[in-house]
């Protein structure tokens, strides 16, 4: 049985990795910046914003003095935003920061020294298959989730010697509530993401019990379905063939862009 903290679990993944984790037995600390929602019996819910150093402080203070120290952390908390360059505003590009990546990065801060102290536990950060592959019209979301994949790997190798796991998280687009709550100033490239969203056959179910499977087992880069597999395997082995498809993707978008000012 395992102590586990999970950061955006009011809905989507974050709910559902609760769901799995309470289902096996474990210890669960489910935590969001939005109202907590309907629970598995046994799980706790604290009200915990990524961005505040104070509200991880008084996470950890709550895991020491529950449950004297903490197994597994997921920083899952995270925002959606598509958009081209000049069209994404900075506040987008900041709020993207603070929560995708400085949320995983303060969340990693905070238990770190418990986990170095304990020489056990396991940070897993969920970026997205757009952290490894890098499709047009999404700059600043595929910047932050590329930040939280080195992140990762930095502290796979860097705590390793404590007995300190890292795993980063890589899925492809599942279904889930992610699109309605989609960020820009890009209504194209917007419509372009929820469609994907909407239209993927994958489940965050799909998706929490990939990740879960992926913890037990240790592994550095989760690759959470065949999609992810398959683009990040399309980079490595044929680039001229990945970069082909990112042009199209970009090309397609230009003529719709042509199209709508006619």
Request: charged share 25%.
């Amino acid at each position: 049985m395992s102590r586990v903290l999970v950061t955006g679990a009011a809905s989507g993944l974050g709910l559902e990795l609760v769901r799995r984790f309470a289902a096996r037995g474990d210890d669960v600390l489910a935590t969001d910046v939005a109202a907590a929602p309907a629970l598995p019996d046994g799980v706790e819910f604290r009200m915990l914003d990524v961005r505040s150093d104070e509200d991880w402080d008084a996470a950890r203070d709550w895991v020491q003095r529950t449950w004297d120290g903490l197994d597994v952390l997921v920083n899952n908390a995270g925002l959606a935003a598509g958009g081209r360059i000049d069209r994404t505003p900075m506040a987008d590009w900041e709020l993207l920061t603070q929560v995708n990546l400085l949320g995983a990065a303060r969340g990693c801060r905070t238990f770190a020294p418990v986990f170095k102290a304990q020489r056990s536990g396991h940070l897993v950060n969920v970026a997205s298959i757009a952290g490894l592959v890098h499709p047009p019209g999404m700059a600043g979301y595929n910047a932050t989730k590329a930040g939280v994949v080195a992140l990762s790997e930095t502290l796979y190798h860097e705590l390793a010697p404590y007995g300190v796991c890292t795993s980063v998280v890589c899925p492809s687009f599942f279904r889930s509530n992610l699109a309605s709550s989609m960020r820009g100033s890009d209504p194209d490239v917007e419509a372009h993401a929820a469609a994907l969203i909407e239209q993927s056959a994958l489940t965050a179910e799909d998706v929490a019990e990939a990740v879960v499977e992926g913890i037990d087992a240790k592994d550095p880069v989760i690759l959470t379905d065949d999609v992810a597999r398959a683009s990040y395997l399309l980079k490595h082995r044929d680039r001229v063939v990945y970069d082909e498809q990112m042009q199209r993707n970009a090309r397609r978008a230009f003529e719709r862009e042509q199209e709508a000012s006619e």
